[in-house]
């Protein structure tokens, strides 16, 4: 059975960093590129960023260009997502997702609560 | 990276269809038949229910199914059921190996 666990998410002041975490079970994790998707209060979803199976290519949604980065470790299935400068607009629960084409199984996610 | 259109909310009784919308751009929507739907419920992740435009992952009942034309993609869900009160997205690829979701239609089952 496919997992996703995500951790890392809490309060953290503006301008603050946060690093999540997702540990991966269930599939052969170095086969699919992984994406992390947000969801702030009272909105929709958004695509935040993605990483290639090997790492090599990354990809980022406008809104978390050059504060976000997302990076993996395919020897202990985990992915990750280093986030500084946060702002309000950063508060969201963040999903860790299996990218198959389509996100076909999701984490059920982390809040982060950007606040001073 | 502009946030697809849905309609915010739509209803319906037990047994009846609804159509949710998902309009899009040339450059996502328009260009490729990689349009997804996910169902959420509260507190739940959100689960998939439609993949390249049409095909229902194992699992999903036959009264989902997915059309598009030009830069809108539909979601149908035929023959309401209580448990298909929940949120919808649809997300598309937008070339380049980025993702646009859309803002989301909140489904009531009266």
């Known amino acids: 059975e496919v997992q996703l666990v995500e951790s890392g998410g809490g309060l953290v002041q503006p301008g603050g960093s946060l690093r999540l975490s997702c540990a991966a079970s269930?599939?052969?994790?170095?086969?699919?590129?992984m994406t992390w998707v947000r969801r702030a209060p009272g909105k929709g979803l958004e695509w935040v960023a993605n990483i290639k199976q090997d790492g090599s290519e990354k990809r980022y949604a406008d809104s978390v260009k050059g504060r976000f980065t997302i990076s993996r470790d395919n020897d202990r299935n985990l992915l990750y997502l280093q986030m500084n400068s946060l702002g309000a607009d950063d508060t969201a629960v963040y999903y860790c997702?299996?990218?198959?084409?389509?996100?076909?199984?999701w984490g059920q996610g982390t809040l982060v609560s950007v606040s001073s | 990276q502009s946030v697809l259109a849905q309609p915010r909310s739509l209803s319906g009784s037990p047994g009846q269809s609804v159509t949710i919308s998902c309009t899009g751009y040339t450059s996502d929507v328009g260009s490729y038949n990689f349009v997804s739907w996910y169902q959420s419920h509260p507190g739940k992740a959100p689960k998939l229910i439609m993949s390249d435009v049409s095909k229902r992952p194992s699992g999903v009942p036959a009264r989902f199914s997915g059309s598009k034309s030009g830069n809108t993609a539909s979601l149908i869900i035929s023959g309401l059921q209580a448990e298909d009160d929940a949120e919808y997205f649809c997300c598309s690829y937008a070339g380049n190996y980025t993702y646009v979701f859309g803002a989301g239609t909140t489904v009531t089952v009266l």
């Open positions: 997702v299996r990218d198959d084409g389509d996100f076909d199984h």
């Open positions: 269930g599939f052969i994790f170095s086969n699919n590129r």
